[in-house]
């Protein structure tokens, strides 16, 4: 058995899963305090005989281990949540392996090791709700480096009658000040599951994530493109996020996912609302070995 947790700023859910993925027990644990929280974390797991743990966690994050603040959830503007140690505090109470690494990129190894992208050695996995993540695998490996990738922050084009300013505290207009939930709910003065109906909404919303997707397949060339999170529950939106791929790629990627497959290659988490859960208990997986 293997534990899970899957990190977020709203909510943290905790699990416990076999090595083929399944989730057997879980909880949802409204994110208060660090104190609060965590202390309800530990009571879940407190007396499970988990043989590893995996934590995906919203960040940014220290994923270095040399550093005296690996573990910690460093600079997010959540609040309460600077330099909270997250494996320093499960370490206290479970003598067992610790795998750490962002939310998306544990949905990305979770949707590698059982989901839409089973069977590929490279997928992205882009997460669009209050916030916008994006993690990455290329070659089997999860893409680190100076950091871990903050792929939702990049600049993208600002559509031409767009007049929102942009929400991100520190960009203001990149990707994620554009097209994370609470940018449509500003704009358009409704939450984005009130507007289902409302094509010029959605119509706004592709072009923003298709640029960013554009970028992401130019730079790290992704066998899957897999897109979850709130906002991407408006299925509506997969067709026209794909048909404006195509549109910006303009016949330059000469591929079969771009031109004969694309309804294949940018796709639903083949876990569903699972993906970050199934990612702790790859991440424990990996972290056991």
Known sequence: MYGSIEAGGTK???????????ILEEITIPTTTPEETLS????????????????????????????PTYGFITTTPKKHWSNADLVGEMKKHFDVPIGFDTDVNAAALGEMEWGAARGLDSCLYMTVGTGIGVGAISEGRIVHGMLHPEMGHIRVRRHEEDAYEGGCPFHGDCLEGLAAGPAIEARWGQKGIELADKMEVWELEAFYIAQALVNYILVLSPKRLILGGGVMKQKHLFPLVREQVVKLLNGYIQHENILEKIDEY??????????????????AKKAAI
């Open 266 to 283: 940018i796709v639903a988490p083949g876990l569903g609302d699972h993906a970050g859960l199934c990612g702790g208990i790859a991440l």
């Open 40 to 67: 309800q974390v530990v009571e879940f797991f407190k007396g499970k005989e988990i043989e590893a743990l995996g934590i995906g966690s919203f960040g940014p994050v220290d994923l270095n281990p040399d550093n």
């Open 12 to 22: 943290f859910v905790c699990g416990i899963g076999n090595e083929n993925g399944e």
